[in-house]
């Protein structure tokens, strides 16, 4: 097979992925990166094209749409990169400058020095780096957590490293960065530059499908366990990740404080307010509840005004504290509404789910505190007693 071939093989290719790419952005134009990675492999697509159509460009001509648009393939996949890990860009200013050099000595290389193996190593450098770059930004997160952006990186480094060292396979081979096109050895260890590219574009083209994937697993998960209001676990989600704490405070023999949280005249601040409004309170005090946790500390919506924490390797006096902080934060920062300010208070109740106990009888009793607070007179903090042996009877409450 000849290189011609090849080449028109990698035109194909490369414009197949991105045709493939394109449909996937359009249908999804929220995945970050995704727009230009599409880009990116539009640039590859133009570059094999004009290498099909060198015969019939001026040689400057096409030497400035190959470096060019390499260079510019390679910057826009390090962009999509650090799209998709949200990492700020760039400026293309410097990207602007650095490609501009690379054509510029390109030209110089053409023109007034001419050397095809200096062109060679020019196209490399600049994609070379960018891909590698590309691979940094990408191998991140934890290899057993998102494996596909490890694999991905690694595909971006070798390719990267190739294009930086590929110049040392003429020498190696035996052509010369300076050897002509149509020389035996050089026309061989072109073939082979062709066949990496083509693999290179199939497995990126893949990867970045595979980030896709991830991408949208991701999205689904988070609206499975995240109250689409307030941004924190809802109640399925809370309940699986505090059975997951009881169970590994159990192994060390160590209890969990459970806390239950209702916002105390919550049904009077909906009917005065409006639901808005109301939908605006629920917002302000989980970002005052967030403001006392640990990072290691849950909270979840149960439902309405209703809220939970759980607060791993934290006794019953750090519990309290963090109870009494939280009530004491409420209270004094007022919701607003508009111009209107909504005053607030919240009444919680703790729970130690010991060894022995359940995650859900431990949930009940906080639930049983924090009525017993409601009773008491609301904006306070009530512990329930130990696990007793048969449930105790629920206390029965009306109030908001």
């Not at 599409?38 to 030497?63: D, H, K």
């Not at 208070?345 to 949930?363: F, K, R, Y």
Request: proline share 5%; with cysteine.
């Amino acid at each position: 097979m000849h290189s011609p071939t090849l080449t028109i093989l990698a035109a194909l290719l490369t414009a197949l992925v991105t045709a493939v790419l394109y449909a996937v952005w359009h249908f999804n134009k929220n995945i970050p990166g995704l727009r230009l990675w599409m880009l990116s492999f539009l640039c590859s697509s133009i570059f094999t094209v004009s290498l099909l159509a060198r015969s019939w460009l001026p040689e400057v001509v096409g030497v400035v749409i190959s470096q060019g648009f390499v260079a510019l393939g390679a910057y826009l996949c390090l962009l999509a990169g650090r799209t998709y890990m949200g990492r700020r860009p760039f400026s293309h200013l410097y990207a602007a400058v650095g490609i501009g050099a690379l054509v510029a000595l390109s030209v110089v290389f053409t023109v007034v020095i001419p050397h095809l193996g200096m062109r060679f190593l020019l196209a490399g450098l600049g994609a070379g780096v960018c891909y590698l770059l590309t691979a940094r930004t990408l191998a991140a997160g934890g290899m057993h957590r998102v494996p596909a952006r490890y694999l991905l990186a690694g595909v971006l480094g070798l390719h990267g490293l190739f294009l930086l060292l590929r110049p040392a396979l003429f020498t190696l081979g035996g052509a010369g960065l300076g050897a002509l096109p149509g020389a035996g050895p050089i026309a061989q260890i072109s073939q082979f530059v062709v066949l990496e590219a083509i693999v290179a574009v199939v497995l990126l083209g893949f990867g970045a499908l595979i980030l896709t994937n991830e991408f949208i697993t991701s999205e689904l998960r988070h609206l499975a366990e995240v109250d689409p209001l307030t941004s924190v676990f809802n109640r399925r989600a809370f309940f699986t990740l505090l059975d997951k704490a009881v169970s590994s405070a159990q192994r060390t023999h160590t209890p969990v404080p459970v806390l239950v949280l209702d916002l105390d005249h919550f049904k009077t601040i909906n009917d005065t307010w409006g639901h808005r409004a109301g939908d605006d309170v629920l917002r302000h005090f989980v970002a005052l509840g967030l403001r006392c946790l640990r990072k290691e500390d849950v909270m979840g919506r149960l439902g309405g005004e209703e809220f939970a924490i759980f607060l791993p390797n934290a006794g019953a006096e750090g519990a309290r504290a963090v109870a009494e902080r939280l009530r004491l934060l409420v209270e004094s920062h007022p919701a607003t509404a508009g111009a209107r300010s909504i005053p607030l208070t919240v009444s919680i109740g703790i729970a130690l789910c010991g060894p022995g106990d359940s995650a859900g009888a431990a949930l009940q009793r906080a639930d049983e505190a924090m009525y017993l607070a409601k009773q008491r007179g609301r904006n306070r903090v009530e512990m329930s007693g130990p696990a007793q042996p048969a449930a105790a009877p629920a206390v029965v409450a009306t109030a908001a």
